[in-house]
């Protein structure tokens, strides 16, 4: 027995949405696409300049944190 693939819908404004199709190219779906721009900004990258901001850090480009934690 196969498990069917669910999807949900996800509410976003006209705008976003004529953005994210310039994204999209080829074959590729929503889903693709979205994965592919999570992809970028994994969430422990996230979480690491959520505390760095509570702490009262200095704000520090993504480029700079990647190179830092060498990922």
């Not at 969430?43 to 509570?54: G, K, S, W």
């Amino acid at each position: 027995m196969t498990s069917a693939v669910k999807y949900t819908t996800i509410p976003v404004r006209k705008e976003t949405l004529d953005k994210l199709r310039g994204y999209k190219v080829g074959g590729a779906t929503y889903d693709d696409l979205i994965n592919d721009l999570l992809a970028v900004h994994p969430p422990e990258e996230f979480f690491l300049e959520h505390l760095r901001r509570l702490r009262g850090e200095k704000r520090r480009p993504w480029v700079e944190i990647r190179e830092e934690l060498e990922l």
